[in-house]
């Protein structure tokens, strides 16, 4: 084989592979529901997170449920509204919300710093808020299957390091969120670590 061909062999393998990655990131992120399509207001917030973050912190809204996309945009709506017109904040504290319709929604995203966590943990983590109340009920196994797809997404962007750690929000600040219930499925998940 002449060089020329090996060269052209390489290339295409390469672009094959990239493809591969491309469509597997895709794959893992479709259930995204990104923040114009649940008509979300413009964000104010200007503090980037540094990526491949290590943490997860996962919460619960400890409000209403939603089990339809319209329900569920209208919720993720209210609680940035909330969090923006009622405390002030630049945006909606989570970086992403699962609805019990087994859709996540974006909400600062990947690349920008929550307000979920407090001061220690919000620069270093990514905040995932189930949109309900777990402390008696356990959120649909769609919604469960939603959020471990969202942290494959995650890697798969490079936006959380391979080696990330779940946790509980009431493993890093007093709270009872997410509640009892969602907090003992958070703990058999591979990544959760107190």
């Not at 405390?87 to 974006?106: A, H, P």
Request: glycine share 8%; charged share 20%; hydrophobic share 35%.
């Amino acid at each position: 084989m002449s060089r020329h061909c090996a060269m052209l062999t390489c290339a295409l393998l390469a672009l094959l592979a990239l493809g591969a990655a491309r469509a597997q990131e895709t794959a893992a992120c479709g259930s995204v529901v990104p923040r114009r399509e649940w008509k979300a207001m413009a964000s104010e917030c200007r503090d980037r997170l540094k990526l491949p973050v290590r943490y997860v912190i996962v919460s619960h809204t400890a409000g209403s449920t939603c089990a339809s996309p319209t329900l569920c945009e209208q919720q993720a709506r209210n609680v940035q509204y909330y969090h923006m017109r009622e405390k002030g904040w630049c945006d909606v504290g989570y970086n992403f919300l699962i609805g019990e319709d087994g859709l996540v929604y974006e909400g600062r995203g990947w690349n920008f710093k929550g307000a979920h966590s407090g001061p220690t943990w919000n620069p270093m983590s990514i905040g995932i808020s189930f949109m309900g109340n777990y402390m008696e009920r356990v959120p649909p196994a769609r919604a469960l299957r939603a959020a471990q797809n969202l942290l494959a997404c995650g890697v798969a962007r490079g936006a959380l390091s391979p080696r990330y750690e779940v946790k509980g929000h009431r493993d890093v600040q007093q709270t009872l969120s997410p509640g009892d219930q969602l907090y003992n499925i958070i703990q058999t998940w591979p990544h959760y670590r107190e």
